[in-house]
Each structure stands twice: as structure tokens, then as C-alpha cells.
């Protein structure tokens, strides 16, 4: 076996059924447990996986998991990595037509002779696939039936740290979805970087000790921070999970709460935006009157990554949640990326996060210049196990402290690439620097290193440049959304019109219920009127109703996206401001 499948199976030795993964749900407004497995007995199930997997198929074939929430993809996970075949975790298509093209789309791109689900879907599956032109040769087999193999007679295939363990692909935000290859090393580097660098010494030793300390999700299983962050990383840590699906949390997201107080635990994770929602669907509620017994004081920390974590966020909610044991100090911002397995820096637990000020002028040009009364960053922490440049994209010099460019990403935990695409992988994998130094990962995302510790300030591709200025897209989406009780999501982008010239557009949609007998151009007004007095911007404003701006299935906004659907007269428009050489044509 493989040293990584030798280091998660030597924990479930140890700790046998004492550590356990369950989930929940939500049922009438309650917390319910609706399965849950020791570290023994997820073992035995993946030996199983193993073992069937070992007679069916060749060593090194890609198997699609299509399933939902909940333990049997684990299981079937971990039986991909015993016997040497390559998972790709993906998401169960959904009615949505660009869900069921995205799965497609993995299925073609990889290649995939297999594709494994549940009972429940795998009818549906089945059908979708045959139904496919051209019908690709893969069959769909359900794992949660009887007839697999005894797990006593069988032992996880040899296989070496450059085999390629699972193919993760990335949720699409600025581009289409790539399969980025994650070999074993990779992900060993990663757990143990993870380990090492996020949790002290004496917190590990803790966790060792003691049976009771849990973590509570309630991620996507198919994208990283769900896969290595909630699943994998309590194993490597000692630690128990309770999660729920993302379906169960955007539903009830009293539920997260629920799990941390309930369960006791001492950590918990999410991105940004899944704060965000928790704090706007809980606004105006008294948490008390929700639920009495609600106690938070057991967290430790609180990750916040996958996206720029936003002061004013980590702010609102550590204030919400106070009267319920939340501190503040208990907030660990961190920064990574599917390409980098996952976790390329990360703040320590117990540190607390990192808040600077810095003059938005400046910021705009390009350099970070710390003053009292400035924009709120904050920092993502240090490296973790990676050596982390901040690089001008345009002459591959290396900057400074304070100044803003690419940052880009060398170490064990880098990926080998993108899976059938040399070319990318050569743009994004072995890029140098002017001074020879590499090969470095570029991540495409913009920020800069100050005291050792790496601020995010947006995405390269999203940049808008007006008047010499350097806009970041989410600037111009957090004072629209903070404007008023009425403005939800929304999409920041630049169009053409027809002499060339570039207007910044906002594609806002709108919460109905909270117009309170006004018209969407009011709200248009109010919001430009906003954003000309707190950024001195002119821009263009579209609304639109609920759910309109897409979305990847992490839920990280497709700016490229709104973009083309808003040209292609896609989006249903409540009111535009576009000037005609700009607007789309209506559809006939």
C-alpha cells in the first residue's frame, strides 16, 4: 500500500471505533443523526470498496463517484485509494442544464468506464447515460447493495506516493472546470502540512487523548476544501465529524449551529459566502427563541477560506453570535486551491486573525500602504508547507512586502497538472521567475505578503481598470449588497460600447419582499448613488430578480458567466441602465 494509505489506515487502527464520522439533518426544525460510522468499521466498508473494485476493473482506472451526501462516498473514496484506482469526486446532476453538462463533461474529459452511485440514484443515472450521443462506455453501478467482497480477505493494493490518487475539478468560477491531478504525495503533503501548521502541538496531543472532540460542516464532499478539508483531515488529526449537506445548510442554516452545539465541537469551517448567508438568514431572529439550548463556547476556531475572506463579515457574524459563546479570537482565515491540493497558507488555532487598514489609493495602484482609517483586509496567515512568491504577472518579477501582484505557489502539494491539457498545465504549472527561481503555480489570484503572512485582495482575470485605477470586482459587489435590505448577490464586470469605451455594469439581484412598494429603478438609483460616494465609480446597473447571478456549485459567483448571459438576453432584466450601444438586443 501506498505510505498514505498506510498513515490514514494506521489511525483507524489506533482509534478503531472511539473517532466516528456521522451526519445529520434537519427534521420539523430539529437536529436528527441519520448515519454514522466508526474509523473500524468506514475501514472494513473500504476494504470491501477495495476489493470489488481490484476484481472489476485495471489498476489505475478512473471511476466517476456520483453520489449524495453522506458516508457511502467516503467509504467508496477511501476503496479507490486502497486499490489503486483513480476517484473523481462529482456532484449528482441536478435538472439544471448546465449541472448535467458539467457532468458530462467530466465524464468525456476523463475518460471514465465506471461510474458508481446509491441504489436511490442509480436508476436515474443509468438512463442519463445511455441517453447520452455519443453514449460513452460506462456503466453506472449502485455500491450500497449486497454482494460485495469480505473485507478480511483482502489487503490494499501496492501503490506508490507518484500514482495519482483522485482527479479534483475545479468548480469554474473564471473558467471552465479542469481535472487537476492529485497524486498521493500530494495529498499526504497536504494532510501533514494541514496538521503541522494549523494545529499546535499541544492541540494535536489533545485530540489524541480525548475521544470527544469534533468537527462540524457541512461542505461539498466533491470539492476540495469539502473533500480534503471536512472529510479527510480529521482522520489525520485524530478527530470525529459530524456534517450535513449543503442542500440540509442553505435550507436550514440553523442547522451548523445546531451540529457546533450539540456535538460540542471545537472547530469549524466554511467559505465566506457560507458565513454570509448564515448571518442573513438569521437576521432580525432571536437565536434563543430558535433554539434555547444553543451554545457555541466549545469552538476553538473557525476557518474561513476558498474566497477573500471579508473583514466586515468576520466582524458581523463574531457580533451576532457573541450572546452564544462565539469569540472572536477564534477566527482562522486561510488561503488555498484545488491545484495545490488544498491548504496553501493558514492561521494557527488560537492565534486569532490578522486585520490591517490599508488606503484604498494606494491599494488601486497597486501597493499596500497601511493607515488608520483604510480598507479592511485580512490576512490568510502563513505558508503551510509551500513556498508562497507574490510575482508581477507581466515581467515574472518578484515583488516585495506590501506590493500587489500574482501570487504564485511551490511545494510537495502542488498538483502535476491538469488532466488531458499539456498546454495548461504548462501555463499554470512551470511558470519562473525573471530570476530563474521555479517551478511555481500560478494561481490567477492577486494579493501581496506583509510580516509573512499573505492578504488576497481578488482574482487577476476580474480585475477592472478604470481611469488608471485597479477595481476589484468584489469592492463594487460589497457596497451594493450592503446598500440596502433589498439587494442580494450580485456580479461585477466591464462592457464595451460601441466606440470601445468600458463601462463598469452590475448585474444586481433583487430581494422583492424588501422594495417596500418600490420600483427596481429606485433601488438602480440608490445604488449607483452609493457606489459614486464610496468608491467615486460610475456604474452601470442591472437588476435582476432572485437567483439569477450563476453560480458555480460551490456557490463562489461566475462574474464571465453573468457576463455572457446578460449579452445573450439570458438574464430577466426588472430594469437596465446600459446605454443602448451597450444594451443587448430583446429577444424577438
Known sequence: MSELVRFLREKMWVLGDTRWHARVD????????????????????????????????????RVLLMYPAGLEFFAVFLGCLYAGRVA?????????????????????????GLVLSDAAHQPALGSWLAGLDPAPRAECVATDCPGLPDPGTWSPAATTLSATAYVQYTSGSTSEPRGVVITHR?????????????????????????????GAGWLPHYHDMGLVGMLLSPLASYGNLVFCSPVSFV???????????????????????????????????????????????????????????????LDAVARRLAPLGFRPDIWAPCYGLAEATLMVTGTPCGRGPTLGRFDREALEAGQAVPVPDGVDLVGCGPPVGADVRIVDPATAQPLKDGHIGEIWVCGVSVADGYLGDPQATAEHFAATTADGD????????????????????????????ANGRNIHPQDIERVSESADPATGLCAAFTLPDASGHEHIVLVQEVRPLHLDGRTPAALADLIRRRLAH???????????????????????????????????????????????????????
Not at 501533514?192 to 475521544?211: A, G, K, M, Q
Not at 517551478?439 to 485582495?457: A, H, I, K, S
Not at 432572485?546 to 458567466?561: A, D, E, F, L
Open 26 to 61: 434537519s427534521v420539523r426544525g430539529e437536529l436528527v443523526e441519520v448515519e454514522r460510522l466508526g474509523y473500524a468499521q468506514l475501514d472494513a466498508r473500504a476494504r470491501a470498496v477495495g476489493a470489488w473494485l481490484a476484481d472489476r476493473t485495471q489498476p489505475g482506472a
Open 88 to 112: 473523481i469526486p462529482a456532484p449528482l446532476p441536478a435538472t439544471d442544464r448546465r449541472a448535467l453538462q458539467r457532468a458530462e463533461g467530466i465524464l468525456r474529459d476523463a475518460r471514465v
Open 186 to 214: 500530494n495529498l499526504l503533503h497536504n494532510l501533514l502540512s494541514i496538521r503541522e501548521t494549523v494545529v499546535p502541538r499541544e492541540v494535536l496531543d489533545e485530540l489524541r487523548d480525548d475521544p470527544s472532540p469534533t
Open 251 to 313: 435550507a436550514h442554516p440553523l442547522l451548523w449551529l445546531q451540529m457546533i452545539s450539540r456535538y460540542r465541537a471545537f472547530y469549524t469551517f466554511a467559505p465566506n459566502f457560507g458565513y454570509d448567508w448564515l448571518l442573513r438568514s438569521l437576521k432580525g431572529a432571536q437565536l434563543t427563541d430558535l433554539d434555547p439550548d444553543l451554545n457555541l463556547d466549545s469552538l476553538r476556531f473557525a476557518l474561513n477560506g476558498a474566497e477573500p475572506v471579508r473583514a466586515d463579515v
Open 438 to 465: 521555479g517551478p511555481f503555480l500560478r494561481t490567477g489570484d492577486l494579493g501581496f505578503l506583509q510580516d509573512g503572512e499573505l492578504f488576497v485582495t481578488g482574482r487577476a482575470k476580474d480585475l477592472i481598470i
Open 534 to 588: 464610496e468608491l467615486r465609480l460610475a456604474v452601470r446597473v442591472v437588476i435582476v430578480g432572485p437567483m439569477s447571478v450563476p453560480r458555480t456549485t460551490s456557490g463562489k459567483i461566475q462574474r464571465s458567466r453573468t457576463r455572457d448571459e446578460l449579452l445573450a438576453t439570458r438574464l430577466s432584466t426588472l430594469h437596465c441602465d446600459l446605454p443602448s450601444d451597450v444594451r443587448p438586443p430583446r429577444p424577438a
